[in-house]
């Protein structure tokens, strides 16, 4: 064997680097770069449709959401000409459109642009041009046990003031089998941030003033802040400080929530009984306030754009005017039924009988996303849009720093004052090395 | 301890094989009727062996390099040592103490002008880099316990160190070079920060498939246990049969 050494590590060193040769990459095809969520997913299944149709091959990219951010920013800045289109979201639309790095979507009249709910829209556009189609939206909302609230003698109204919220969470407190409520505490700026912007609106405040100074040490920040950090800290369960999304999908799933405040879309799922222990004891109401509705629940959209620089640019557009179409929800319909259908971006769909029956949750969502304006999420004026966050580049930095500060709080480590101070440092030193004053 | 060690993958074995209501269940379920279906919807939504014949291709490439580049550089260091030998192994192993991420932007930007991005061999040649310190080390340990005598004796009758280092050296560190290679693969398998921010649709490995199963909206627990156990499966298998050679390689000399 031993004479043989040699050959045997040539061989196998060469059958190693044969492998690896590159593999040229097929430039006749679409990349989409994605998320994995259960809409995405059920594209990616459609999209056979859209091949046959058109002949064009489309290649898809699942990334997690933080991932997805980094390598299209990545890309899109360095234009590595990765992706052909790209899953943006409703902060970086407004913001890359604006700076030339997306195609303006101009579909023909069959496409109906008209139709798309003009919150999502507007959001999605810069200087009146569209550059990303919404592929789904949302907004937030109250999900609560209705069996529970009723049993407690309570009710829960739309947009109740979040006293009454209170009140509730202590009525239906009852750990370990069901906590009062559940709320985002997981750092993040799409986190936990997403959801404290919504309630410090409510509370009167904003992220910035007309001269673009960080407004964290205002008292308006203090209050909702302090509000949140008891009102989650006495009625919400163990850990909040580590729970976003996901984490308090599984716990309410389980039936372990009252209570929760999040994304309109936990709606399809919470009330779906494959996934949900509880499906069939949830009701529906709009966000809570202090002292303005305005903010008071955020806009969120999942939407496909068209990277400037692409060499597929039309297809690509093809693709985006499929997957955003009437047609295509109607597909989706007619695979999965009405339940299924990707929400929040079309008029129509709400105006679908078929739609209305199969989803309990739709006249709520309607309503939560026609009711934010990210042009007008402030009790003050400001110089920005966006609800739960500010369409500034700055924004994410600022955000991830508030979000660890505020999770922080919530487990106990700082105080909540501490952290509002070293989220107001964070967000002005951020603000001055960009040069905004 | 080995049940303490097993745990994990046990537990991991266990959920994908339960639905996603299962594997969020509190307290966690032990039985339960087990389901295949996280498994089909694996191969339904995404090409399972194509991310394997990726991961293959280029966890043994990358080691391919590795190698090539190693064994030259640990003999040379074993036999002839200077004096700044010592400290350039340490050197060499502190590049490992680098957070990968902060040379993202200049490797991403060199891949790119070559036009390499999503392609197996960039992924090799970066595995083979950033294995090649601990590949280096541990051969050089191996090297060292070659008698000098052997080597000297060697070069009475290889005119050529290249010659030296394949009839001599290559066989008396068989056990130890096939450990090292061994150890290699397994590293540049499990490697995920490259794969994931390299790759897109052509080169992605088992790592970037794993990682794609997480979900910013939705239960996925199940899901990515089940393509979990998938993309450990074919290692595990490997390291199951060379278990006797990787721990001949790794404890040679250790008794001396």
Sequence with gaps: MKNNTGKQMLAATVSSLLAIAPVTGAFADLTIATVNNGHMIEMQKLTKHFEDKTGIKVNWVTLEEGVLRQRVTTDISTKGGQFDIMTIGMYEAPIWGAKGWLEELDFGAAYDVDDILPAMRGGLSADGKLYAAPFYGESSMIMYRKDLVDRAGMEMPDNPSWGHVRDVAAAIHNPPNVYGVCLRGKPGWGDNMAFITTVANSFGARWFDEEWKPQLDSPAWNHAVSFYVDLLGTYGPPGSSSNSFNEILALYNEGKCGMWIDATIAASFITDPKQSKVADKIAFAQSPIAVTKRGANWLWAWALAVPAGTKQAADAKRFIEWATSKEYIELVAENNGWGSVPTGTRSSTYANRNFLQAASFADAELKAILSADPSNSTLDPTPYTGVQFASIPEFQAIGVEAGKQMSAALAGNISVEEALANAQNAADREMRKAGYY | ?256
């Design chain 2, 1 to 256: 301890m080995g049940l303490v060690y097993f745990f994990p993958i046990l537990w991991m074995f266990l959920t994908s094989l339960k639905t996603e209501l299962q594997a969020i269940a509190i307290p966690p379920l032990l039985f339960f009727e087990p389901t295949f279906e996280n498994f089909t919807l694996i191969q339904e939504r995404s090409d399972y062996f194509k991310h394997a014949l990726n991961s293959v291709a280029t966890s043994f490439g990358g080691t391919a390099i590795a190698m090539a580049l190693a064994i030259p550089a640990a003999y040379a260091m074993a036999t002839a040592p200077g004096r700044w030998t010592k400290d350039l192994l340490l050197w060499m192993l502190s590049t490992k103490m680098l957070p990968a991420v902060g040379v993202l932007m200049p490797i991403y930007l060199i891949v790119q002008k070559l036009g390499l991005l999503d392609t197996r061999l960039a992924l090799a040649v970066i595995f083979a880099m950033v294995n090649l310190p601990i590949v280096v080390w541990m051969l050089f340990s191996y090297f060292r316990e070659i008698p000098a005598e052997v080597v000297e004796a060697s070069r009475i009758d290889c005119r050529r160190t290249r010659d030296t280092i394949r009839h001599v050296v290559v066989p008396l560190g068989w056990g130890g070079i096939a450990s090292t290679a061994l150890l290699s693969v397994v590293l540049c398998w499990n490697e995920a920060f490259w794969s994931i921010n390299l790759t897109a649709a052509d080169a992605g490995t088992l790592a970037a498939l794993v990682a794609s199963f997480s979900s910013p909206e939705g239960l996925f627990w199940a899901k990515v246990s089940a393509v979990s156990v998938l993309a450990c499966a074919p290692i595990m298998v490997l390291g199951w049969f060379c278990q006797k050679q990787l721990v001949q390689g790794l404890t040679f000399g250790a008794v001396k």
